[in-house]
């Protein structure tokens, strides 16, 4: 089994400065030039799982989310469902890269295959040597890792298709 798809994130950048001066002199194409976060999924207050269907910031994923994987060279937002609905991807992991200069696209890329492997036991139940599911992940951008973001996201997900419910402990 070959681990094939990546995403990474794109910073959001929000100028307060350039929203001012274009509010100042009546400008409306803030939204035109500026990329905005997109709104944080609906969660139950309770369990934080995500209630509704809906778009999401790829910042605001969390462990045990459902989405469908976007990729792409950047990714800003990401379709997410409760995980009672079909889904492609489940986010099984998350962890931080060290501190310090960006370490390349490849060494993110390794960094993110290393520790989402680690981590693939514990979550499906089964090595995923002997698993008929695969893993993704959302890494940082060069813009993203001078903007403070070091998370890598790990997905989970059936090739064969979409899945309903958690992989957590599918054991296949």
């Given amino acids: 089994m ?3 798809r990546t995403a990474v994130r794109a910073a959001a950048v929000t100028l307060t400065a350039v ?3 274009a509010a100042l002199t009546g400008c409306s194409v803030i939204g035109d030039v500026l ?3 997109a709104p944080q ?3 139950d207050e309770t369990t934080q799982e995500i209630t509704e ?3 999401a910031d790829v910042f605001a994923l969390r462990v045990g989310d ?3 994987m976007v990729q792409g060279e950047e990714v800003d937002t990401v379709p997410v469902v409760p995980c009672g609905e079909p889904h492609s991807d489940e986010v099984y992991f998350d962890f931080a890269l060290p ?3 960006f370490p390349g696209e490849e060494g993110v890329t390794t960094a993110a295959q290393d520790g989402c492997l680690a981590e693939f036991d514990a979550f499906v139940g089964l090595p995923y040597d002997s698993s008929t599911l695969d893993i993704g992940w959302y890494t940082p951008t060069l813009q993203s890792w001078e903007n403070g973001d070091r998370i890598v996201s790990c997905t989970v997900y059936d090739p064969a298709g979409d899945v309903t419910g958690s992989l ?3 054991a296949y």
Avoid: H, M, N
């Fill in 2 to 4: 070959s681990v094939t």
């Fill in 19 to 21: 929203g001012i001066a």
């Fill in 66 to 68: 459902c989405l469908t």
């Fill in 168 to 170: 957590a402990g599918a």
């Fill in 35 to 37: 990329r905005l976060p």
């Fill in 99 to 101: 501190d310090g200069e």
């Fill in 41 to 43: 999924p609906e969660r």
């Fill in 53 to 55: 269907q809906g778009e």
